[in-house]
């Protein structure tokens, strides 16, 4: 549910609240706002201005030459290739200097030796989705109405000024999928009241009973249903106000009678259906559940085929309209229709929910009936409907509304104490708050002997038994006030066994190697079972499986690892690291239970390391991932018992392939996947491993020593090597810490200079060299002597000298 800030301001009054502080206090309330939009953010310099004079551009077919007055002293001249631009227009204007969506700026330009001052402006400009934009404007510039001032915020005018709360709503809550709903929330929450809207309007001396009759066939499944008949409506666009407010909702306008059957639907939650009278067909309805294979052209062009269990809305002979979830082109509101056959109804969600699924039809109606609307609001909402037609349709409301009405709304009484409500929560919370709670919340709140009466209205369905009401006390009070207390237990604290805890560190190295963790099926085909597999084993299949690609328990985690790489590459995920723990599933004979045995593997591909400053792209090799797994072995303190033997398997690269060894026995493997199958899953090249999870963290070891941080003060020195560029900073490195002996505690490359002022073939390395004693303070004779000896190592290695 997409919740307009400033919309939500005309039911209550939010105290100048910043949008995401509301957010937050809504979220902590129970309902997660998952994400606030800023319209327009970033976006300025956008006026209203006024299309003076209009021509064609003197050298471009397609461009035109629009004088506008912007609000400024002078008009500016703009070159527009909006093929729908005319004289007296009023249209958003990017003025020189502007910024629009992207950071796109605007500057004086010449176009086809013409200048232009500025930028007339379509919606998908200013920011707004082309899905969004009425028909009407979608190839072209958006024309504002007459009556819009001219250097006004365009901006502003088209409410993209305003922040757009995304509420992530659970399916109890179908009360806040409307802005009323939302209103009552957020004014509990603030402590404010509600503003209703006001649907008043002046019914004309004629019945709508002597136009139109109403039956109902399947009460149970069509409760409620109510027909207002408007005449002499003019069909035309929706005001600017409502339009901004739909498309910030995600919703297209169309014209104004399709525009208010939205807008209250958004406002009350009530779905409503406006037929062109003329071309209904008939002078009455009947509700009726279809014909077995009956058809219906629904309102996006599409022929349906219905069922027996689907309930349509009639002539009395044909279906015009699928119950709840799509109206009928044959009878929808066109440009030259006048009279309005309005439906507004109360149908079963799940008669609603079985017709959406079967005709692959999702609607912002379905969308409620499924979850449940307020029976109290049928007729409020085609009140308010009616009100707003005649307001900006100028139709005449025929006098009464026809109904068939068999829903009967009865109070839902509550009985809930204060001490049940404090034993639950363990909390202690006063009478008169949980009462002032309830209140605010719009709950009339009685008591008998002790106990709280509350009344709940019939928006809240979601509220049924005292439970439900405890939980409207703690959220609305707080969950952050529930206090946190331990458990009272004499039993032994909770801890991972070893075996955990050493699971536990595996994931954290390779998470903090740089690979994500997966989860995949357990379940896979015939073809991928075996494959990869470190150990042999018959296969164990499901006796009824979900499809035959899911029918038979895996022998190893990598066959499935590399469908997930190449889901990844075929999205654009150019470099893919994961890694998955979980079990396999072996069987020695057939028709045996299989063992399940833990494994980890994983899959790498792409670039493992790019410092684009540098231009260093370090691809994925084998090293790569026999590094990855080296340092595996050496958190497990096993890596002096293992040992990677060159071999040949299956599916995997001749010369790119190991076994690892633990204690002389078979205990995974590493390597390329084999060319071949590289290709047939479409994915580059790409290492794997594999690993006997259970085997490495059953291992018994030596528990790991640990030496002391020293006491004593460390001595950097610094140096700056002229060698050949040939001579590469590691192997420098390399005979420095074998000079450097014991004392020499670290070497650190920190600068490479090649330029004008080195000697052709020659570079400078810098290096910052550590020195330091455990046992005792160095001194300064100590320090150079083994200086020395690094610099003298140095020359006659590579006969690399201090830079002068």
């Not at 994400?35 to 077919?61: S, T």
């Not at 365009?154 to 999928?177: H, K, S, V, Y």
């Not at 980890?600 to 260093?616: D, I, M, S």
């Amino acid at each position: 549910m997409f919740v307009s800030y400033k919309w939500l301001e005309d039911y209550v009054d939010l105290q100048g609240i910043d949008p995401a502080v509301l957010a937050e206090k809504i979220t902590r309330a129970g309902i997660e706002v998952e994400g606030i939009e800023y319209k327009g953010e970033g976006v300025k310099g956008v006026v209203i201005g006024h299309v003076l004079e209009r021509e064609q551009h003197p050298n471009a077919d397609k461009l035109n030459k629009c004088l506008v007055d912007i609000g400024a002293e002078e008009p500016v001249q703009i070159i527009c290739g909006a093929p729908n631009v005319d004289k007296g227009q009023k249209v958003a204007v990017a003025t020189v200097g502007a910024v629009l969506p992207g950071n796109f700026k605007i500057k004086k330009a010449k176009l086809r030796g013409e200048a232009s001052h500025g930028m007339i402006c379509s919606l998908q400009e200013l920011g707004i989705e082309s899905k969004l934009v009425a028909k009407e404007y979608a190839e072209g510039i958006f024309v504002f109405p007459n009556d819009a001032e001219t250097g006004a915020d365009a901006m502003a005018a088209l409410q993209l000024d305003d922040a757009i709360l995304e509420l992530g709503l659970t399916p109890n809550r179908a009360d806040a999928m409307n802005m009323l709903g939302v209103a009552y929330e957020v004014a509990a929450i603030l402590g404010a009241e509600v503003k209703l809207p006001e649907a008043s309007y002046e019914k004309a001396a004629e019945k709508a009973a002597d136009a139109v009759s109403v039956k109902v066939e399947d009460t149970q499944a069509n409760p409620h249903y109510a027909a207002k008949i408007i005449k002499n409506v003019k069909i035309g666009p929706s005001p600017l106000w409502m339009q901004t407010k739909l498309m910030n909702a995600g919703i297209r306008p169309h014209n104004n009678v399709v525009d208010i059957t939205n807008f209250v639907l958004l406002e009350y939650g009530q779905p409503l259906h406006a037929f062109d009278y003329d071309r209904f067909g008939s002078k009455e309805v009947v509700v009726r559940k279809a014909a077995e294979n009956e058809t219906i052209v629904t309102l996006d062009e599409q022929e349906r085929k219905l069922s027996s269990s689907h309930l349509v809305i009639t002539n009395g002979k044909k279906a015009q309209a699928v119950a709840g979830v799509m109206g009928g082109a044959e009878s929808e509101v066109r440009e030259d229709t006048t009279a309005i056959l309005l439906e507004a109804a109360y149908f079963d969600g799940q008669t609603v929910r079985k017709a959406s699924r079967d005709l692959g039809l999702r609607s912002e109606a379905s969308a409620r009936y499924e979850k449940g609307i307020d029976p109290a609001r049928v007729l409020l909402a085609a009140e308010r409907a009616c009100s707003l037609i005649q307001a900006y349709a100028g139709g005449e409301v025929l006098s009464g509304t026809v109904e068939e009405n068999h829903l009967k709304i009865e109070a839902n009484n509550i009985h809930v104490s204060v001490e049940k409500v404090n034993a639950v929560l363990g909390m202690t919370i006063a009478k008169e708050e949980i009462i002032s709670i309830y209140k605010r919340l719009g709950f009339a709140v009685g008591e008998a002997e002790d106990v709280l009466v509350v009344t709940v209205p019939s928006r809240r369905g979601d509220i049924r038994i005292e439970e439900d009401l405890i939980e409207e006390a703690a959220r609305l009070y707080g969950y952050d006030n529930i206090p946190s207390t331990l458990p009272e237990t004499a039993g032994t604290t909770g801890g991972l066994t070893p075996y955990q805890a050493k699971r536990r560190k595996v994931r954290r190295f390779l998470e903090g190697a740089g690979l994500s963790q997966a989860t995949t099926y357990s379940l896979t085909n015939d073809k991928k079972a075996a494959a990869f597999a470190i150990e042999k084993s018959f296969n164990t299949m499901l006796a009824l499986p979900m499809s035959e690609e899911r029918s038979i328990l895996r022998h190893s985690l990598v066959p499935n690892l590399l469908e997930a790489v190449s889901y990844n590459l075929a999205r654009q995920t150019d470099s893919v690291a994961l890694y998955e723990t979980g079990s396999v599933f072996l069987t020695k004979e057939e028709n045996t239970k299989p063992v399940e045995k833990e494994r980890v593997a994983g899959a790498v591909t792409g670039l493992w390391r790019k410092n684009l400053w540098q231009g260093e792209k370090k691809p994925v090799d084998f090293f790569v991932a026999k590094g990855i797994v080296e340092g595996l072995l050496h958190q497990l303190n096993v890596s002096d018992r293992v040992e990677f033997v060159q071999s040949e398997r299956k599916n995997m690269h001749p010369g790119r392939t190991a076994n690892i060894l633990l204690n002389g026995s078979l205990a995974g493997f590493i390597g390329q996947v084999h060319p071949a199958m590289e290709k047939e899953l479409d994915i580059k090249e790409t290492y794997v491993f594999e690993l006997d999870l259970h085997a490495l963290l059953t291992e018994e070891t030596e528990p790991v020593v640990y030496t002391p941080i020293p006491k004593y003060p460390s001595v950097t020195r610094d140096i700056a090597l002229v060698a050949d560029k040939t001579v590469t900073s590691g192997q420098l490195e390399a005979v420095i810490k074998e000079a450097g002996g014991a004392l020499l505690k670290e070497v650190t490359v920190f600068d490479v200079y090649e330029g004008e002022h080195m000697e052709e073939g020659k570079k400078s390395v810098a290096f910052s060299l550590q020195y330091v004693n455990p046992e005792q303070t160095l001194t300064e004779e100590e320090v150079t002597k083994v200086h020395e000896n690094v610099l003298k190592a140095l020359e006659e290695t590579y006969q690399a000298v201090l830079r002068g």
